[in-house]
């Protein structure tokens, strides 16, 4: 016996579906509407107008990401000379790289869609989409339940860690509180 219950084959399967559909819009789909944008475009400002606004967004595109990327490392680089965890950093730092890659790609759409994922402004909102997918596939494969449920965690309609209930004593020595000795 394999040991894969039903709930696991299903959530591979859930799993394998959502990918091809990924893959599917990914390569079919954002091509596609990319063509249909830049032939739409070239219609209406010409096709020179329209590869010069391509190389002019390429441009602007390089310039943010330098601007940005180094601003994220020297932020990551400060949180961590601070001896505190650089999540917030680390996620920007992500964004800004998969932004960057999305504007290499020649087309109005991606680069549209890089420039949100790069411009400060917008980021935060992204980062918030990372942090969430991110934290769910960490406590997932942790072992950690991903949604709060009635009686917390460990109970018998969701199994998850183990929680031991107890209490903080403090301790004292010949009646001196150890903190004060």
Do not use: C
């Not at 917008?122 to 990372?130: A, E, K, M, Y």
């Not at 183990?162 to 301790?171: L, W």
């Amino acid at each position: 016996m394999s040991g894969a219950t039903d709930a696991d084959l299903a959530r591979a399967r859930r799993r394998s579906r959502r990918a091809a559909v990924l893959l599917f819009l990914v390569f079919v789909v954002l091509p596609v509407l990319e063509i249909v944008v830049l032939i739409q475009v070239g219609q209406v400002i010409g096709p020179w107008w329209t590869i010069l606004l391509l190389v002019l967004d390429s441009i602007i595109g390089a310039w943010l990401i330098k601007r940005e990327g180094r601003r994220a490392w020297r932020l990551l680089r400060e949180r961590v000379e601070a001896g505190r965890l650089p999540h917030r950093e680390l996620a920007d730092g992500a964004l800004v790289v998969l932004g960057g890659a999305l504007m290499l790609s020649p087309g109005f759409v991606t680069d549209a869609l890089g420039v949100l994922l790069i411009f400060p402004l917008t980021r935060p909102l992204f980062r918030g989409l990372l942090v969430a997918y991110a934290g769910q596939r960490v406590a997932r494969h942790a072992g950690f339940p991903t949604t709060a449920g009635p009686g917390g965690p460990g109970n018998a309609s969701r199994p998850g860690p183990t929680v031991v209930q107890g209490e903080v004593v403090d301790q004292h020595v010949d009646g001196v509180d150890e903190g004060d000795a």
